[in-house]
C-alpha cells in the first residue's frame, strides 16, 4: 500500500481498523492505486480499491450475471465500452476535462461486462479451432 494517510472513522474499534487494513492491502494487491480521492467510502470508510477499478470488478459480476442468463453483449459493443473506458482516463490524463467518480464508475462497470464477454468470445473462438 503506498504510504499516503487515510481517512479512517471516528471511533472505529481496533478490530474494524485491522479488518479494514486487510481489504486495503487486498486492494493494493491488485495493482489498484487506491488514491483517496478517486475511491469512493462507505459509511466514512474508504472502499479496497478506486471507483474505476471497482466499477470493473462489478462489471465483471454482471457480465458473469448476464452470460448465465444468455444475454450476450455485441462484439462490437464490447470494443466500444473498453474504448469508452480508455477515452475516459485519456481525456483526464491530458488535462481536458476532469473525470469523476461516478464516471469512473460508470465507464469501468461497462468495460468489466465488456471483459467477459470478449472472454466469452475468446473461448468460443477456440472450441470452434479446436473442435473443426
Known amino acids: 500500500m503506498a504510504e499516503q494517510i487515510r481517512p479512517i472513522p471516528q471511533g472505529a474499534s481496533d478490530e474494524q ?15 489498484c492505486h487506491q488514491l483517496p480521492e478517486r475511491s469512493l467510502f462507505l459509511f466514512g470508510w474508504q472502499m479496497p480499491v478506486c471507483a474505476r477499478c471497482q466499477g470493473i470488478l ?3 459480476i454482471v457480465g458473469l450475471i448476464l452470460i448465465a442468463a444468455q444475454v450476450h453483449m455485441p462484439f462490437w459493443l464490447c470494443l466500444a465500452s473498453l474504448f469508452l473506458l480508455f477515452g475516459d482516463w485519456f481525456i483526464q490524463y491530458i488535462g481536458v476535462l476532469p473525470s469523476d467518480n461516478i464516471r469512473r464508475l460508470l465507464s469501468g462497470l461497462l468495460a468489466g461486462v ?3 464477454n470478449l472472454l466469452r468470445y475468446a473461448v468460443l473462438w477456440l472450441i470452434a479451432r479446436c473442435t473443426n
Open 17 to 31: 481498523i485491522k479488518c479494514w487494513a486487510k481489504w486495503m492491502r487486498r486492494g493494493d494487491a491488485s495493482g
Open 58 to 60: 462489478m462489471g465483471q
Open 114 to 116: 465488456a471483459q467477459i
